[in-house]
């Protein structure tokens, strides 16, 4: 996605949707209120999936470069 690989932690996501009002095409909660990746995650911007996993406020969001660097606070 955008040239960065994001991880959800389904264990640690308790449905804030900070990462929605962040980027509303890259998440969704599904029926049990967890992230996951909506329809168009594809198409979002890479600083658009950095700043919606910055905004998870229990870190249940990873983000990292081709490389395996994270891009987002851990």
Sequence with gaps: MGGVTV???RLLCVGFGDCI???PHAF????????EFGEA???VDRGQLIRACEAC??????VHD???NP???E
């Design 71 to 73: 891009l987002a606070a």
């Design 66 to 68: 081709a490389d395996g």
């Design 41 to 43: 995650v594809n198409g």
């Design 28 to 35: 969704a909660l599904d029926d049990e209120g967890i992230a």
């Design 21 to 23: 009002d962040e980027a």
């Design 7 to 9: 991880r959800i932690d």
């Design 57 to 62: 406020p229990v870190d249940a969001l990873s």
